[in-house]
């Protein structure tokens, strides 16, 4: 059974810090996702990532993939208030298509 | 493009009564959808893959005569909540794969079910 662990499950940070969300998975996956939820609504896809090695950045955020490690990193760049939200990661449980949803990492980010 | 909606947003039930929830690609076709619950401050969970002209797969734990599935177009889902509890009061998410690039999900915006 495909199990993925995120960590850590809670994060607060300040302004202008950097941090790094972990993404562990436990079974061989090529493609890795993460999404971003803000309270009372429903997932924003941040990054898809289909290879091994895959890197990613968009504004604060970058993401990165290691398929033999089974790791993915979101790492974010200067916090600001507006990154506060839950980060998910998803691994496509390899050939079914179907998603498998990490813990969750909620992140809140202090002025 | 790629936009997936979801209706009703939110709906409040009394227990007993069953619940209908319609999940529709907009600009795409879609043979495969998805259907997650989410409990609160808790991660998603897949509870079904909907088939589109097929029966729907469940997971482990759902109980596939309480939650009925119906895929009977390329752009529509629809997830059944049938004799609702309170324990059934969650957020539930639907998710479509695109039949031309099979590799990403688009995620509907969720509807919120509460059962009093």
């Known amino acids: 059974e495909l199990k993925v662990e995120q960590n850590p499950l809670f994060l607060s940070m300040q302004e202008g810090k950097n941090y790094t969300i972990y993404c562990n998975y436990s079974t061989t996956s090529d493609r890795l996702y993460w999404y971003r939820q803000d309270p009372g609504k429903s997932l924003e896809s941040l990054f898809v990532?289909?290879?091994?090695?895959a890197v990613k950045q968009e504004g604060r955020l970058m993401a990165s993939l290691d398929t033999k490690a089974r790791l993915s990193t979101l790492h974010i760049t200067a916090a600001v208030h507006d990154l506060s939200a839950t980060y998910f990661c998803?691994?496509?449980?390899?050939?079914?298509?179907?998603?498998?949803f990490g813990t969750g990492t909620r992140l809140k980010v202090l002025a | 493009g790629a936009v997936v909606s979801q209706h009703p947003s939110w709906v409040i039930c009394k227990s007993g009564t069953s619940v209908k929830i319609e999940c529709r690609s907009l600009d795409f076709q879609a043979t495969t959808m998805f259907w997650y619950r989410q409990f609160p401050k808790q991660s998603l969970m897949l509870m079904a893959t909907?088939?589109?002209?097929?029966?729907?797969?469940?997971e482990q734990g759902v109980e596939k005569d309480k939650f009925l599935i119906n895929h009977a177009s390329l752009t529509l889902s629809t997830l059944t909540v049938t004799s609702a509890h309170p324990e059934d009061s969650s957020f539930y998410i639907c998710s479509a794969e695109d039949s031309l690039n099979s590799y990403e999900q688009y995620f509907g915006p969720g509807t919120r079910l509460t059962v009093t």
């Open positions: 909907s088939n589109e002209g097929s029966k729907a797969t469940y």
């Open positions: 990532l289909l290879s091994n090695g």
């Open positions: 998803a691994v496509d449980a390899s050939g079914t298509y179907k998603y498998i």
